[in-house]
């Protein structure tokens, strides 16, 4: 690292984005996942449950498919689980970072400056529960954008006003 | 006609041909294999209805082709600094395109266009859909004039037009500083891009298969000959035979594909910009601004190193949408061929200096697992058990062998070529295996920065690197995680407190 150092910048000094303390998601957002997840696999229930009634086949050994559907819906439980303890936002003076991940652990880090546009979304079931879900655009295309799902509405609006608020600060020498 | 781009003004007249044409051309395309079946089984009468039925098509294309032209307008608003265009016969519609997010103006001569002598000019956004922007016949003097003012924007033009127009125009105050002759266009020909052509061979066969076969489906006698033609054709003289004339077509097509593309290539500079021409049937004219390139690509193959040429690419914004191959295309630029020095001067163009050679960063060699896994020991298992099960694949057991002993080293040779080399101002990413290419990044061309870990190397202390850019992303895997650590901080600061824009 030392091929960088110049005068004035000492790297060990500048700000090191892996010790920012994050902000996890909402607890009342695990409920919103807990219900997506039961709504998916109950969808899937049904489709088995009328397979067994009607098909021979598949009622000859209801045991083993039963079990198989036990075995998938646990696993997405602890899919489910997984992802929601992974995750966690932070906005820094000059950036926001978001980390999430199932198996790898992601942190994606968007300047405020590179920001296009910041969208808020509320989906029907985390109105319920007073979530939103905050996503940040910039021009590198949706592998580099930020989506913070689960925070508490208010919370939101105050991080996409300020966001909002950034963004013209930063565009106005242009236009001038 | 004026130059004075402020009043709302129309297309060339031959315009209305034009576009009649292109419906006409649309339309015959869409419709060419049914109509070519009617025409074979239809009696006279029919026929004649055919032909008329067509004439009748031509001629609503070219009053469509009028009413198009008459309510197609443009103008340049020099107060908000927008181009604007209104178009529409049935609903209207109004373009308006800030100057400041122009990316690159194409002027283009088709075919047809070409006999008329008008141009088309397209006009590159990030983002916009470049199809929406295009103005598809004006005259060269008009299309070189508005170039101008739509790339130069504020600047005072003088208006000044030069009296001869030609293919390039404006020759005399530019000299190309690059221009490739026919001899280095035969050499690009013979060692580059031997991928696309191969696909569009496999394009080019398929439909030709797929055409012979309906042909033969509407004359009600396809017993699959062409099957049949296939199957009895193939020994290992013949195959080996078909191999030779297959590289031999495919080398052909290479020539020939670089001289329609390529022919002429010139690029020189103008004002601030790079003025790009090239084009054998068709002539394409690009001018863009070095501040909107976002990648600098040069690779490298083999025979490239032995005669001192590269490949360039330069990309551009794509605004992250899925986009076409064309698309691809279009934004990103091509320098088929140029020498060392010539690679250097468009550098310097556009990255403003040379990039200083930096801190080198190799990946772990665990790079190698999944490659490993994916391509070498899978397909053996696999191979393994139908060896076992069925005899008919026994024979081709040396093939196997060479396969694995091929991948290994192309796997190998990926790992070694795979590395990025950081300077203060500049991110250079190597990868590749039989073409070596360079991505170059300026730090404050970065959108956004991702880091990934896998749990089971927290230990070791390895991870990836993706830099987000408008023009696409670059990865770097396996790498010493502390270390990526240390640079995407540093690169995050270059990026906020830096003042350049990265367009």
Same mark, same amino acid.
């Given at each position: 690292?030392?091929?960088?150092?110049?005068?004035?910048?000492?790297?060990?000094?500048?700000?090191?984005?892996?010790?920012?303390?994050?902000?996890?998601?909402?607890?009342?957002?695990?409920?919103?996942?807990?219900?997506?997840?039961?709504?998916?696999?109950?969808?899937?229930?049904?489709?088995?449950?009328?397979?067994i009634?009607?098909?021979?086949?598949?009622?000859?050994?209801?045991?083993?498919?039963?079990?198989?559907?036990?075995?998938?819906a646990?696993?997405?439980?602890?899919?489910?689980?997984?992802?929601?303890?992974?995750?966690?936002?932070?906005?820094?003076?000059?950036?926001?970072?978001?980390?999430?991940?199932?198996?790898?652990e992601?942190?994606?880090?968007?300047?405020?400056?590179?920001i296009?546009?910041?969208a808020?979304?509320?989906g029907?079931?985390?109105?319920?529960?007073?979530l939103?879900?905050?996503?940040i655009?910039?021009?590198?295309?949706?592998?580099?954008e930020?989506?913070?799902?689960?925070?508490?509405?208010?919370?939101?609006?105050?991080?996409?006003?300020a966001?909002?608020?950034?963004?013209?600060?930063?565009?106005?020498?242009?236009?001038? | 006609?004026?130059?004075?781009?402020?009043?709302p003004?129309?297309?060339?007249?031959?315009?209305?041909?034009?576009?009649?044409?292109?419906?006409?051309?649309?339309?015959?395309?869409?419709?060419?294999?049914?109509?070519?079946?009617?025409?074979?089984?239809?009696?006279?009468?029919?026929?004649l209805?055919?032909?008329?039925g067509?004439?009748?098509?031509?001629i609503?294309?070219?009053i469509?082709?009028?009413?198009?032209?008459?309510?197609?307008?443009?103008?340049?608003?020099?107060?908000?600094?927008?181009?604007?265009?209104?178009?529409?016969?049935?609903?209207?519609?109004?373009?308006?395109?800030?100057?400041?997010?122009?990316?690159?103006?194409?002027?283009?001569?088709?075919f047809?266009?070409?006999?008329?002598?008008?141009?088309?000019?397209?006009?590159?956004?990030?983002?916009?859909?470049?199809?929406?922007?295009?103005?598809?016949?004006?005259?060269?003097?008009i299309?070189f004039?508005?170039?101008?003012?739509?790339?130069?924007?504020?600047r005072?033009?003088?208006?000044?037009?030069?009296?001869?127009?030609?293919?390039?125009?404006?020759?005399?105050?530019?000299?190309?500083?690059?221009?490739?002759?026919?001899?280095?266009?035969?050499?690009i020909?013979?060692?580059?891009?031997?991928?696309?052509?191969?696909?569009?061979l496999?394009?080019?066969?398929?439909?030709?298969?797929?055409?012979?076969?309906?042909?033969?489906?509407?004359?009600?006698?396809?017993?699959?000959?062409?099957?049949?033609?296939?199957?009895?054709?193939?020994?290992?003289?013949?195959?080996?035979?078909?191999?030779?004339?297959?590289?031999?077509?495919?080398?052909?097509?290479?020539?020939?594909?670089?001289?329609? !593309?390529?022919?002429?290539?010139?690029?020189? !500079?103008h004002?601030?910009?790079?003025l790009?021409?090239?084009?054998?049937?068709?002539?394409?004219?690009?001018?863009?601004?070095?501040?909107?390139?976002?990648?600098?690509?040069?690779?490298?193959?083999?025979?490239?190193?032995?005669?001192?040429?590269?490949?360039?690419?330069? !990309?551009?914004?794509?605004?992250g949408?899925?986009?076409?191959?064309?698309e691809?295309?279009?934004?990103?630029?091509?320098?088929?061929?140029?020498?060392?020095?010539?690679?250097?001067?468009?550098?310097?163009?556009?990255l403003?200096?040379?990039?200083?050679?930096?801190?080198?960063?190799?990946?772990?060699?665990?790079?190698l697992?999944?490659?490993?896994?994916?391509?070498?020991?899978?397909?053996?298992?696999?191979?393994?058990?139908?060896?076992?099960?069925?005899?008919?694949?026994?024979?081709?057991?040396?093939?196997?062998?060479?396969?694995?002993?091929?991948?290994?080293?192309?796997?190998?040779?990926?790992?070694?070529?795979?590395?990025?080399?950081?300077?203060?101002?500049?991110?250079?990413?190597?990868?590749?295996?039989?073409?070596?290419?360079?991505?170059?990044?300026?730090?404050?061309?970065?959108?956004?920065?991702?880091?990934?870990?896998?749990?089971?190397?927290r230990?070791?202390?390895?991870?990836?690197?993706?830099?987000h850019?408008?023009?696409g992303?670059?990865?770097?895997?396996?790498?010493?995680?502390?270390?990526?650590?240390?640079?995407?901080?540093?690169?995050?600061?270059?990026?906020e407190?830096?003042?350049?824009?990265?367009?």
């Open positions: 690292m030392q091929n960088f150092t110049n005068e004035t910048i000492d790297l060990n000094a500048l700000p090191k984005f892996e010790e920012t303390p994050l902000t996890h998601p909402h607890q009342k957002y695990w409920n919103v996942m807990l219900i997506n997840l039961v709504l998916f696999l109950a969808f899937i229930g049904i489709g088995l449950s009328l397979l009634v009607f098909k021979q086949e598949v009622q000859k050994n209801w045991m083993l498919w039963a079990g198989l559907f036990i075995g998938f646990a696993f997405l439980f602890l899919l489910y689980r997984a992802s929601f303890k992974r995750r966690g936002f932070a906005l820094r003076e000059k950036d926001v970072l978001y980390k999430s991940g199932i198996i790898a992601t942190t994606t880090i968007v300047p405020l400056n590179r296009q546009h910041v808020l979304n509320e029907f079931l985390s109105r319920m529960f007073h939103g879900t905050l996503q655009y910039t021009a590198g295309g949706s592998t580099g930020i989506r913070i799902a689960g925070v508490p509405i208010e919370q939101a609006k105050a991080i996409k006003e966001l909002v608020q950034r963004l013209v600060i930063n565009s106005k020498p242009e236009t001038t | 006609m004026s130059l004075d781009f402020s009043q003004q129309r297309q060339s007249t031959a315009g209305i041909l034009i576009s009649g044409a292109y419906t006409v051309q649309q339309f015959v395309r869409a419709m060419f294999i049914p109509l070519a079946i009617f025409l074979i089984k239809s009696n006279k009468a029919a026929l209805y055919t032909v008329l067509l004439v009748g098509v031509l609503i294309s070219l469509y082709g009028y009413f198009y032209y008459r309510k197609f307008t443009f103008y340049l608003d020099p107060l908000k600094r927008e181009f604007v265009i209104d178009k529409g016969v049935f609903g209207r519609k109004q373009l308006s395109i800030p100057m400041e997010k122009i990316q690159q103006v194409n002027i283009n001569q088709g047809l266009q070409k006999l008329i002598g008008v141009y088309s000019l397209q006009i590159d956004t990030a983002g916009s859909d470049s199809k929406e922007v295009n103005i598809s016949a004006i005259s060269g003097e299309a004039a508005l170039k101008e003012h739509l790339l130069n924007g504020d005072e033009i003088d208006t000044a037009i030069p009296g001869e127009l030609t293919n390039q125009p404006t020759a005399a105050k530019e000299t190309p500083f690059i221009k490739i002759g026919v001899s280095t266009l035969l050499k020909g013979l060692t580059s891009n031997y991928g696309q052509s191969m696909v569009l496999l394009g080019f066969g398929y439909a030709v298969f797929h055409n012979i076969k309906e042909v033969l489906r509407a004359f009600d006698n396809d017993n699959g000959q062409v099957e049949q033609f296939f199957k009895s054709g193939v020994t290992i003289i013949s195959i080996s035979v078909l191999l030779m004339v297959l590289v031999l077509v495919l080398l052909i097509t290479n020539v020939i594909r670089t001289f329609v !593309k390529y022919f002429d290539f010139q690029i020189s !500079k004002h601030q910009s790079l790009i021409s090239s084009g054998l049937l068709a002539k394409k004219n690009t001018l863009l601004h070095p501040d909107k390139v976002q990648i600098t690509q040069f690779s490298q193959n083999y025979f490239q190193k032995k005669i001192g040429l590269f490949n360039m690419a330069l !990309k551009q914004a794509h605004a949408k899925e986009q076409t191959e064309k691809v295309r279009s934004n990103n630029l091509e320098v088929p061929g140029c020498s060392a020095i010539e690679k250097d001067e468009i550098m310097r163009m556009i403003s200096k040379l990039p200083t050679e930096g801190a080198t960063y190799r990946p772990n060699f665990r790079y697992n999944l490659p490993i896994l994916f391509w070498l020991i899978l397909p053996s298992i696999i191979y393994g058990a139908v060896y076992y099960f069925d005899s008919a694949v026994r024979p081709f057991f040396p093939v196997a062998i060479a396969y694995i002993f091929i991948a290994m080293l192309m796997i190998y040779i990926s790992y070694t070529k795979h590395r990025i080399i950081v300077s203060e101002d500049f991110i250079i990413k190597q990868s590749g295996i039989w073409d070596i290419s360079k991505e170059i990044v300026q730090p404050h061309k970065i959108q956004s920065i991702s880091t990934s870990q896998f749990p089971w190397h230990s070791l202390d390895i991870g990836h690197l993706t830099i850019t408008a023009a992303n670059i990865s770097f895997s396996y790498g010493n995680f502390t270390e990526i650590k240390n640079l995407v901080n540093w690169w995050l600061y270059q990026v407190c830096g003042e350049k824009d990265w367009m």
